[in-house]
């Protein structure tokens, strides 16, 4: 239990904290609770195709249909590797488009040619771009502590690889073993 003078104090200095005044610590903040989703606990993430994800799902059960608890722990494994190197696949190309463009503020593009411009982009490429890879790309890029954003999720790519595979060998194994009984 804290104290009357106490609860005041807390009240007063609560009314100092009111977050950012800027339009760009506004922005910034707004974001502030976005991640990568590379480790999420739900398979599709804000921003997702759940469209796409169901029909990972569907063809997954086909290829690999589900006849015991095993089976079905095993498959959805399969199911969230899956989805999750999909989603690795976005994050690095968002990764790469967002370098890109900040290297092509910073640079004159008459000199370099061969790098993509924003403005070469239509505005509907601009906003799939944006909304389907930046915001995660960002996330991952901060989460990554100015380390090699690109050797971080390559490390994740081979790890999520290896999983699907074994978990495929998993489903392959425990399937071989019940038509044996």
Same mark, same amino acid.
Request: hydrophobic content about 30%; proline content about 1%; glycine content about 4%.
């Given at each position: ?17 009111? /977050?950012?005044?800027?339009?760009? /610590? ?54 969230? %590797? ?50 389907? /890879? ?23 790519? /081979?790890?999520?690889? @290896?999983?699907?595979?074994? @978990?495929?060998?998993? %489903? ?10």
């Amino acid at each position: 239990m804290i104290s009357n003078k106490q609860m005041l104090a807390n009240r007063k200095n609560a009314k100092k904290s009111t /977050g950012p005044k800027s339009d760009i /610590g506004k922005k910034k903040s707004s974001i502030n609770s976005i991640k990568h989703g590379l480790t999420c606990e739900k398979y599709v993430a804000i921003g997702e195709d759940k469209a796409e994800f169901l029909e990972l799902k569907e063809k997954a059960l086909k290829q690999f249909p589900v006849f015991d608890l095993k089976s079905e722990i095993i498959v959805r494994k399969i199911i969230q %590797y899956e989805w999750a190197l999909r989603r690795y696949q976005k994050i690095e190309t968002g990764i790469f488009s967002r370098e890109s463009l900040d290297y092509n503020q910073k640079t004159n593009l008459s000199e370099k040619s061969y790098y993509l411009d924003s403005s070469e982009l239509s505005s509907s490429h601009q906003k799939i771009l944006t909304r389907a /890879g930046e915001l995660t790309s960002v996330a991952f890029m901060r989460d990554s502590n100015s380390s090699s954003a690109f050797l971080k999720i390559n490390t994740i790519d /081979g790890r999520l690889f @290896s999983r699907l595979r074994l @978990s495929i060998q998993d %489903y392959e194994n425990h399937a071989k073993a019940r038509r044996k009984k």
